[in-house]
């Protein structure tokens, strides 16, 4: 099976996950950017009312064909209980009838809350989820840097 994870990460630990799954799965590795430079504040204030919301953000173009790959894996981090609105640029992007699982790493608590709506935005693309995981990292937020 022909995997790819495509990721958004912040403060760096949703990138360390999506590396270390790579390397296990043997994967090809994409890391989705942003196209605005986000402030540590600008992550828990109007980010995180984004991801409440389900909003979306402008990311940079993608540079891999997603319908080359049979699963994706897409992994992000957790903003006020919900995958952060890179997120929903990227299950925009999917391509229907693919396998998809999923990742979100929090510092804290997890995704339980909004679980059952992120599992429905993938399924509206027409892809089945075939696992969900909260990771909890223990890493209290902050900015990566590059």
């Not at 709506?117 to 990566?144: F, N, Q």
Request: with cysteine; glycine share 10%.
């Amino acid at each position: 099976m022909k995997t790819v994870i495509i990721y958004y990460t912040f403060g760096g630990a949703t990138k360390r996950e999506a590396e270390r799954l790579a390397k296990e799965l043997n994967a090809q590795l994409y890391r989705v950017k942003e196209t605005h430079n986000r402030s540590l504040l600008g992550a828990f204030i109007p980010g995180g009312l984004w991801a409440m919301r389900r909003k979306s953000v402008s990311i940079q173009p993608l540079s891999v064909d997603l319908n080359a790959y049979d699963q994706i894996i897409i992994g992000c981090p957790v903003w006020a209980g919900y995958p952060a609105p890179a997120f929903n640029a990227i299950v925009q992007r999917l391509p229907n009838g693919k396998r998809i699982e999923l990742f979100l790493c929090s510092g804290g608590g997890g995704s339980q809350k909004s679980e059952s709506g992120t599992k429905a935005l993938i399924e509206k693309k027409g892809c089945t989820v075939a696992s969900y995981r909260d990771i909890h990292t223990g890493v209290k937020p902050g900015k990566m840097k590059e």
